[in-house]
């Protein structure tokens, strides 16, 4: 009796790590694939296939990884948090990806961390989205990140005066906190603020006040895509520009793939950013040659691509170093200190302490290069640990 019993437990236990093999690893990816903000979507996704198509043939062999897609349609948390959901329950995911927006990665959280299914961030940039589960790590950036040394370096780089405009909501709070924190304690005045609503915003009003408020200097954060094109034509139209106004912000308000829409308005604007598509680091170079030899020499790869390239190799990296066999905390335990020295964007490591992304902020000025806009880096502020995270002494 004895022996049989020591006899099938061995045998299960034998058998365990075979029948427990998922030798086809899947990801639910969360973006914004359709509505106003497609090209964000866009940009990630293009990214993931890039990737897929370069790297796919370094798993292991018999590993398959299927990627579900799922559209959140915009900053939608119901319709984010009902997609998690389903590819948790019903399509039965080893890991969750994407998201653009910082409401819908808050909604899907909780949900991560009920599921124990890590949760890989390729946007959503408010700071304290990955305090939100210790199932969620973040590959993008945080607004902390890029405007508190922005401010820093303001203040120092004769910018006495300036007015904030923001966003109303996570991402915007935050720049407007990091930014204005940097800027007063390095002796900047801030003399205006505003927050500006993040659906169908008309920015021409807030731009007339303030023209009419006379700052030295404008921050500004909108999100990425078609609403920073708006902004900057409307900052041009009413000539903020000609006022001697000069319009500063995080890269958000320059995105790459935007320029060539934004026209001469956008000429001299200075950010902070994590990327930009004009980057000559061999790695960067390498990375917009295959870009554009995929998806035409008229497109460029943005902020949002990279978060989803560099997504995909912290994805890979797991699945790699568990053969394919993904279990929750392992994956977190391999995503906390990852590093990547081969980024299109620098040197980035995830911080094994907060799970977020460390990496290079570059000041950065928009100039014409070869007939066309380009964020071109200046000055480098190396390896910026989410700085709320820091002064907070938030995990
Ligand atoms: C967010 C942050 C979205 C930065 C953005 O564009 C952006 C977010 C859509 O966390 O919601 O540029």
Known sequence: MRFWKSLIATAAVALLPWAATAQTVKIGIINTYSGPNATLGEQIDNAIKLYTKEYEKNLPPGVKIELIRRDDTGP?????????QELITRDKVNMLAGVVWTPNAAAIAPLA?????????????????????????RVSFTLWQSSHPFGIWAAK???KKAFIAVSDYGPGHDAEAG???????NGGQIVGKVRMPLANPDFVPFMQRIKD???EALFVFIPAGRQATALMKAFGDLGLDKAGIKLIGPGDITTDEELP?????AIGVITMHHYSAAATRPANQAFVQAWKREYGPNTTPAFMAVGGWDGMAAIYHAVREQKGRIDGDKTMALWKGWKNDQSPRGPIMIDPETRDIVQNEYVRRVERVGGALANVEFET??????????INNRK
């Open 76 to 84: 939608n948390p119901d319709v984010a948090k009902r997609l998690a």
């Open 113 to 137: 961390t009920e599921a124990k299914i890590p949760f890989m961030i390729m946007n959503a940039g408010t700071a304290a989205i990955s305090t939100m589960s210790p199932y969620i790590a």
């Open 157 to 159: 780089n004769n910018i």
């Open 179 to 185: 930014f204005e924190k940097g800027f007063t304690d």
């Open 213 to 215: 408020s006379a700052p």
């Open 261 to 265: 829409n934004m026209g001469d308005a």
């Open 381 to 390: 502020i190396p390896m910026v640990k989410d700085p709320w995270k820091v």
